[in-house]
C-alpha cells in the first residue's frame, strides 16, 4: 500500500507543478486560449 501512496502524491505533485506552471504562463497571456485548455 505503501507504494501506491507513494505513486499518488508522486504523480498528485507532478500534475500540480504543471498546474501552477500553466497558470504563471496564463498569467502572462491571458488572451492564449490553448494555455487555458491545458
Known sequence: M???LR???TE???SLD???N???RFEQ???NAKI???
Open 29 to 31: 497571456e491571458p488572451n
Open 12 to 14: 498528485t505533485f507532478e
Open 22 to 24: 500553466q497558470l504563471v
Open 2 to 4: 505503501d507504494d501506491l
Open 36 to 38: 487555458l485548455d491545458n
Open 7 to 9: 505513486e499518488f502524491l
Open 18 to 20: 504543471t498546474v501552477d
